[in-house]
């Protein structure tokens, strides 16, 4: 058998489960790693500029891929750095392993330079986390993160690594394992058949139907299934933020996102559906609302492979526990068997019911912003964009206004092309994410829609991209203001606009991306937004930063009314409501 | 309702910390906890009480079994169980004091397990309603320490929890 060192053992074994890039950064306590990468080819490493950036990259290439994103660090600094971007993952359950350096064994507890005790501080946001004891024991301890962090609800796995265990001096004999049993952990894979079958009844029985999807059908490889089921059924599809492009978002069937700022037609139907298919989705607060005014009258049917998300803020009427992909397979046999077909006639009244909603209030039937004035509004930016990529790109964003634009007007029509920060709502995760989806797929369209105030939260990766050739678009939203902050002050501080307004401390965006050898492009008028966007996508090889300076009064609609009201209550715009 | 929740764990190094930062990360209350290896040595019984309404203790049984260190857990409470409490108390014992004292903890079944000229140890087992009982019985002004095991408990018949 082949002696290898802990250094050596860690990236042979990273290389045996499959891993081919790592995003990091060195450091003291990471030394002997980072050696043994050097003295190898096959685990390519991408050095970013921000430690957190390297979980946001991993994160992005996860989630465009569906692998596991594999990210190290060093001990104390690099350590704590990472812990947002875990946080992150594990909000939005992201496969990922994180490894982390320690200082050597015999110092841990003694304070020592660059340490923290990082299997304590991250343990609130990891599905699990290893600190290895013996060299030895790394291949299996491998083997294991990686089965646990994709497996199940996928997570982020921590393993913290003290420096004397990776040294070059001692050798161990390396075999990495096929696979890997552990007695605790038996992730539910087949849903209960009866279950399955009471929610088929309910299905076909159902006059109002709405289908509620979210990321769990992504992660759980199960868009396709989905939409097979829906197309057969012919109910009403929604997404929640996260499931975005798990049903195409450019069908006829499909609502739109639904939630705090979801359509009028998705939260209204929602409201007065009679059963709802929740598949891979947790009920969460930005989707439900006052949860004791959630859907009076709906009876829910709720799919997900953790028995911790079902019946957590809102029950279920018919709860299923297993993998989307087994449980939409059977669910869809089933339906296909059944003598009893959906109530065609009711199907038809309610999708007349849903048109006319569409109608009066839709995003997607007709501009529902100022389309008349001077200014570019952010809406036409996604719009625009959607066009000149032809709804191809895979799109990350960051977090705030132009967050929730995109998820509303760049319509998905695949599966892990939308790529946002949810459940934490990171500032700073566009562009290191769009450079982990660039990483995966070097030929693919990649666009960051974002913020002047998210870009600079993690603008130091500008570097990392010219470093790898990682040519992705970064499409801002400029308002000179955090705008979602702005537009809560708006609606409930009476304009108080504390702390969110840049006034002149905006840096020249041009400027700053030619010294990083990018190119800046500045976009002042309506007119000029299509060319310009194609001149960006047409520099295929080159980053590109297009400020695009829009309207800075412009807020997000619809927006639900809190606190106390229901899915169905709204705000269409700054005068009206539902 | 106070529900007593046995956990069978990996005996491994955080496992423990897992557990009861998951209580306080989700906001929810321990009251008694006790730890120890059971007679396999890669596993350590947790016994904990809390407080909560069904909703409450369903996630919490459905948290704990999702992490990965948990290897079984039952809620002893579901079904007829044996709870046991330990405590040690020290209780002044002089003058006609000593004899009331000595009384009560026969009533109470109760043992001394060391004496001194004008104090007692005294040990007691039970449920905790017994030693909270048994505490009033013998009076603050008397009391100089107390210290209580926490909750172990077993279920009767022929139900167990083991691998």
Known sequence: MEMLSGGDMLIRALRDEGVKHVFGYPGGAALHIYDAIFRQKDVKHILVRHEQAATHAADGYARATGQVGTVLVTSGPGATNAITGIATAYMD?????????????????????????????????????????????????????????STGRPGPVVIDIPKDITAPGETFPYEYPDKVKIRSYNPATRGHTGQIRKAVQLLLESKRPVIYAGGGVIQGNGSDLLTDLARRLNFPVTNTLMGLGCYPGSDRQFLGMLGMHGTFEANTAMHHSDVILAVGVRFDDRVTNTVGKFCPNAKIIHIDVDPASISK?????????????????????????????????????????????????????????????????????IRTLHEVTKGEAYVTSDVGQHQMFAAQYYLFDKPRRWINSGGLGTMGFGLPSAMGVQMA????????????????????ELATCTQYHLPVKIICLNNHALGMVKQWQDMQYEGRYSESLYEETLPDFVKLMESYGHVGMKVTRKDELKAKMEECFAMKDRVVFMDIQV???????????????????MWLSKTERT | MKRIISVLIENAPGALSRV????????????????????????????????????????????????????????????????????????????????????CVDIFRGQIVDVTASLYVIQITGTSDKLDAFLQAVGEASILEVVRSGVSGISRGEKVLSL
């Open chain 1, 93 to 149: 359950s992201i496969p990922m392993v994180v490894i982390s350096g320690q200082v050597v064994s015999e110092r841990i507890g003694e304070d020592a330079f660059q340490e923290t005790d990082m299997v304590g501080v991250s343990r609130p946001i990891v599905k699990h986390s290893f600190m290895v004891k013996n060299a030895a024991e790394i291949p299996e301890i491998v083997k294991k993160a990686y089965y646990i962090a």
């Open chain 1, 313 to 381: 803020t809102v029950a279920a009427d018919v709860p299923i526990v297993g993998s989307v992909e087994s449980v939409l397979t059977e669910m869809h046999a089933m339906v296909k068997e059944s003598k009893e077909q959906p109530d065609a006639e009711a199907i038809k009244a309610w999708w007349k019911q849903i048109d006319e909603w569409r109608q009066r209030h839709g995003l997607y039937t007709a501009p529902r912003y100022n389309t008349e004035g001077e200014s570019i509004m952010p809406q036409d930016v």
């Open chain 1, 441 to 460: 797929h070097r030929d693919a369209v990649v666009a960051c829609v974002t913020g002047e105030g998210s870009i600079q939260m993690c603008i130091q």
């Open chain 1, 551 to 569: 309207d800075q009064s412009e807020h997000v609609y619809p927006m639900h009314v809190a606190p106390n009201g229901s899915m169905r209550d």
């Open chain 2, 20 to 103: 009861v930062g998951l209580f306080s990360q989700r906001g929810y209350n321990i009251e008694t906890l006790t730890v120890a290896p059971t007679e396999d040595e890669t596993l350590s019984r947790i016994t904990l009480t809390t407080v909560g309404d069904d909703h409450k203790i369903e996630q919490i049984t459905k948290h704990l079994n999702k992490l990965i260190d948990v290897v079984k857990l039952v809620d002893l409470t579901e079904g007829a169980h044996i709870e046991r409490e330990l405590m040690l108390i020290k209780v002044k014992a002089s003058g006609a004091q000593r004899a009331e004292v000595k009384r």
